[in-house]
């Protein structure tokens, strides 16, 4: 290896190592709407002892639910950090940088130590910036290589257990992100089932038996809720065989679109030259793949067929394909970046892997410098903001108050969950969720949704229509109301369809 290589291969890994902590350094991480959704399921299932069979909704087909695994795979960060979101940050760096040594040792193991040091540093550039804002799909994109390690193993030596491997793996990422692992699952098949006859490996097919593991969560939820999912999925086949199509050829045309671009947008930051440059690499490899060099690596054709299969079989589900949907490829679009780079000549696969990672580090130093003190404290959209608020309402308020949050979204998962933890490190105090007592509080962000705002909220679900007792500002224009109730004023009940919980989680 040359001297300029392992320069950018070690560079590479430092600015990823920086970025993936960078936030958790700060004392911070993205504090939105399904981050905090999550944050008060795990606290449900921590500090109300609640045992809970699924995760977040799909986000695709309403009634269809995650599996639980990404909730209890942070118990015990939450546990060891009290709840703490910065002790969770700190996990989630962990696990990105575990992610990126898998990445590291699958490649290696599959081909050599340069091309896994290859895809690992793309790889780390790609995911590091994104260890403050994971959500259950991280948990399929920790796991895709390892699938597809166990997956080339049974094709290449045809043993039982690294098909078991294979599919309990699929299972737990099927767990994690359901709109990645059921296609690919359906793409695995016949290629599994062919080397089975093929090799008179029947007894093999019983591997797939491993599945009822990971998957017993979702049976037992339907078991236990008359099969709302199956009922759910059959009622959106349904509806969606029954619909009108539209415009085929625009359907597939923006399908075909996302199939160039969703991965791209990700894996480039939306810079224009990376979305072009790795468009080559794309039709590179499709061109290589053809050529009597490349088939003797057949693990960039099972690349390409799964990424293309993906696609294709995704073509029955006629709603919007989201980006986080394909996370899970970035791995494995790293190590076929790797695998391309090794039938490459030596100097030609070190020229293209530097102006592949320049850019990539670049982009890294760049979020890097930008993000300073003065970034993460004027940001609304981070842990540290909404800790700031809960903390300025207890600080304020007496041993007993009453307090209400307002959002667009109706949810307010970010300023529940803030209020809730201040409240388990503040013991003294008192404060009662969607309650009016003596001394209440509106946690309120404004809204430019013609359907609802801040004033139509609280005249006409917590009836109040004086001005508040007093008013604290925040950032971004977000407002707490302070009210001192008379007695006839707390009599007066706050509508009895406000969202108080996660019934819509």
Request: hydrophobic residues 50%.
């Amino acid at each position: 290896m040359t001297k300029v290589f392992l320069y950018i291969f070690w560079s590479s890994m430092v600015v990823s190592l920086l970025s993936c902590l960078w936030f958790v350094f700060h004392g911070t991480i993205y504090f939105h709407t399904d981050i905090a959704r999550d944050f008060l399921l795990i606290e449900d299932i921590v500090v109300n002892n609640q045992i809970t069979l699924i995760g977040p909704h799909s986000g695709g087909i309403d009634g269809v639910f995650h599996g639980p695994a990404w909730l209890y795979l942070n118990v015990p960060a939450f546990i060891l950090g009290k709840g703490n979101p910065i002790a969770i940050g700190w996990f989630w760096a962990f696990l990105v940088i575990s992610s990126i040594a898998l990445v590291y040792f699958v490649t290696k193991k599959i081909t050599d130590t340069k091309i896994a040091m290859i895809s690992s540093a793309l790889y780390g550039l790609i995911i590091s910036d994104s260890s403050a804002n994971l959500i259950n799909p991280f948990g399929a994109v920790l796991l895709s290589p390892l699938f597809f390690y166990f997956f080339v193993q049974y094709i290449a030596k045809h043993k039982a257990k690294d098909l078991v491997l294979a599919f309990f793996t699929l299972g737990m990422i099927i767990q994690f992100q359901m709109a990645w692992g059921v296609p690919i699952f359906f793409l695995s098949l016949p290629i599994i089932i062919h080397k089975i006859i093929t090799q008179r490996k029947y007894l093999h097919i019983f591997s797939y038996g491993i599945l009822a593991i990971p998957l017993s969560t979702f049976v037992l939820f339907d078991l236990r809720h008359q099969f709302l999912q199956i009922k759910s999925v059959l009622a959106y086949v349904t509806h969606t065989s029954t619909q009108a199509r539209g415009n085929v050829f625009v359907f597939l045309g923006g399908r075909l679109q996302e199939m160039f671009l969703s991965l791209l947008n990700t894996v480039s930051f939306g810079n224009i030259f990376l979305q072009l440059y790795f468009s080559l690499v794309f039709v590179f490899t499709i061109y290589y793949i053809k050529t009597k060099k490349a088939r003797h690596s057949p693990l960039l054709n099972y690349l390409l067929y799964f990424y293309v299969g993906y696609w294709i079989l995704t073509l029955f589900y006629k709603g919007t394909m989201w980006g986080y949907y394909t996370t899970p490829f970035i791995p494995l679009f790293c190590i076929a970046l790797g695998l391309l780079f090794k039938i490459l000549p030596k100097k030609i696969m070190l020229f293209v892997f530097f102006i592949t990672i320049v850019p990539l580090l670049y982009i890294n130093i760049r979020n890097i410098v930008f993000r300073n003190d003065t970034f993460f404290k004027t940001n609304t959209g981070f842990w540290n903001f909404y800790s700031r608020q809960a903390q300025t309402v207890f600080n304020d308020a007496g041993s007993e108050f009453g307090w209400y949050v307002y959002t667009a979204d109706q949810y307010g998962y970010s300023s529940k969950y803030a209020m809730h933890y201040t409240q388990r490190m503040l013991k003294t105090k008192n404060g009662l969720s969607y309650v009016k007592k003596p001394t209440t509080y509106l946690i309120i962000f404004p809204s430019t949704n013609r359907f609802t705002n801040a004033y139509d909220w609280k005249t006409n679900k917590i009836y109040l229509t004086r001005a508040p007792d007093k008013v604290f500002k925040f950032q971004g224009g977000s407002y707490v109301e302070k009210y001192i109730l008379t007695p006839e004023e707390q009599q007066v009940p706050s509508a009895s369809d406000l969202i108080k919980d996660l019934t819509f989680r």
